[in-house]
């Protein structure tokens, strides 16, 4: 595959690392992110693009919006975390995205350098931050519900890696405090 370029990181610095370097390194009009459990088929990309022809920075796949088709449901205990992280980052950084941990989002690749380029965090929080840093640079972002299917063998920590998260959004608004997000 004459396209693929294939990036090797010098120690495991975390999902937001890696996916910076990625998209940092994207040559084409727009940089994909998805889990690589695919819990979001590919074929779901070809509805979100149509929101760039609208206008669209940004299009992340949500779980969270009529039309959306969760095949198979997270155990009421992650389903019940992740509700309470999105109130989170509803209360303390953003409000208006319904659905800011699918792993299928999609921008404009100037759009994706301007904020991979300000991102910070290196773990699971990265794409909180990206879409917090898009909302302050008054990026149009839109969400697409799409079809979802729970993997069980996630690599996500339920008690380590969400207390990492909670800890993120401070991070965060930290951060923003001390202008680190500014051009």
């Avoid at 989170?88 to 904020?115: H, M, P, W």
Wanted: aromatic share 10%; charged share 30%; net charge positive.
């Amino acid at each position: 595959m004459p396209n693929l370029k294939v990036l090797r990181n010098p120690a495991n610095r975390g999902k937001g690392y890696s996916v910076k370097r990625g998209a940092l390194a994207a040559n084409f009009d727009y940089v994909l992110f998805s889990d690589a459990d695919l819990s979001t088929p590919i074929e779901e990309l070809d509805g979100c693009m149509e929101h760039f022809d609208n206008g669209a920075d940004i299009v992340i796949g949500s779980r969270a919006l009529k039309g959306s088709r969760v095949i198979k449901r997270q155990n009421f205990l992650r389903a019940s975390m992740g509700k309470t992280f999105n109130f989170l980052i509803q209360l303390f950084l953003f409000r208006g995205i319904r659905d800011t941990q699918c792993g299928f989002k999609i921008l404009k690749k100037n759009v994706a350098k301007q904020l991979f380029e300000a991102q910070r965090l290196e773990g699971f929080c990265f794409d909180v931050e990206i879409l917090h840093i898009a909302k302050k640079k008054g990026y149009v972002i839109k969400e697409h519900p799409v079809k979802w299917v729970n993997r069980e063998d996630s690599r996500v920590s339920m008690v380590k890696d969400s207390a990492k998260m909670f800890m993120d959004i401070f991070r965060i608004k930290w951060n923003n405090l001390r202008g680190r997000y500014e051009a």
